[in-house]
């Protein structure tokens, strides 16, 4: 009754002492290092099924293990400060793709500005010369009249004169002919005179 109960106490201690080797190494492994750790007792080798059992067993506790440490990873990056954490993260970079598009809309903005201001500066100096343009045609065209109205000017005052000089002539030869036809008759009277007296 104590050998059975003696053979189990070993089974146990050695399956708390080999359960690293085999879980690594499997249970072949296992089952071929017992003899060696207890003796070479046949009665007191574990039996291939069993040894997979507990394999199998050993591997269900470590994947319940992970699955709880996943689960426990999971809830923690659902805590709040967590949850708050990403949340700031994803806003600041939200806030930083909006800062950066209003960015270059402003850049945008200050360029069709510059382009603007430097037509109206084009279209300014444009205007200036066409007024110079049309104020020294309006200072040629005063010229030209003032030009116009001297040559009308000395025109009329020539044509007067020209009309003043025939009238003058007019009337020397007018008054020379009075002169000559007064000298005839004189000359006449005399001869006649001359005549009478002899």
Not at 2 to 16: D, E, G
Not at 48 to 75: I, P
């Given at each position: 009754?104590?050998?059975?109960?003696l053979?189990?106490?070993?089974?146990?201690?050695?399956c708390?002492?080999?359960?690293a080797?085999?879980?690594?190494?499997?249970?072949?492994?296992?089952?071929a290092?017992?003899?060696?750790?207890?003796?070479?007792?046949?009665?007191?080798?574990?039996p291939?099924?069993?040894?997979?059992?507990?394999?199998?067993?050993?591997?269900?506790?470590?994947?319940l293990?992970?699955?709880?440490?996943?689960?426990?990873?999971?809830?923690?990056?659902?805590?709040?400060?967590?949850?708050?954490?990403?949340?700031?993260v994803?806003?600041?970079?939200?806030?930083?793709?909006?800062?950066?598009?209003?960015?270059?809309?402003?850049?945008?903005?200050?360029?069709?500005?510059?382009?603007?201001?430097?037509?109206?500066?084009?279209?300014?100096?444009?205007?200036?010369?066409?007024?110079?343009?049309i104020?020294?045609?309006?200072?040629?065209?005063?010229?030209?009249?003032?030009?116009?109205?001297?040559?009308?000017?000395?025109?009329?005052?020539?044509?007067?004169?020209?009309?003043?000089?025939?009238?003058?002539?007019?009337?020397?030869?007018?008054?020379?002919?009075?002169?000559?036809?007064?000298?005839?008759?004189t000359?006449?009277?005399?001869?006649?005179?001359?005549?009478?007296?002899?």
């Amino acid at each position: 009754m104590r050998r059975p109960i003696l053979q189990f106490l070993n089974v146990f201690l050695f399956c708390l002492m080999g359960l690293a080797v085999a879980v690594v190494s499997g249970p072949e492994s296992f089952r071929a290092s017992w003899p060696n750790g207890v003796g070479n007792d046949s009665a007191a080798a574990l039996p291939l099924e069993e040894l997979k059992r507990l394999y199998q067993v050993s591997e269900t506790l470590s994947s319940l293990n992970f699955a709880s440490r996943a689960r426990n990873a999971m809830l923690s990056l659902g805590n709040r400060d967590t949850i708050k954490k990403w949340r700031d993260v994803f806003e600041n970079i939200m806030l930083a793709d909006k800062h950066k598009i209003e960015k270059e809309q402003n850049a945008q903005l200050r360029n069709q500005l510059a382009q603007l201001a430097q037509l109206e500066q084009a279209q300014k100096l444009q205007i200036q010369q066409q007024d110079s343009t049309i104020q020294s045609l309006q200072a040629k065209i005063r010229s030209l009249e003032h030009e116009l109205n001297e040559a009308l000017h000395s025109s009329e005052t020539k044509s007067k004169s020209d009309v003043d000089s025939g009238l003058e002539v007019q009337s020397l030869l007018k008054a020379i002919s009075d002169t000559m036809d007064s000298s005839i008759v004189t000359k006449k009277l005399e001869e006649e005179l001359k005549n009478v007296m002899h």
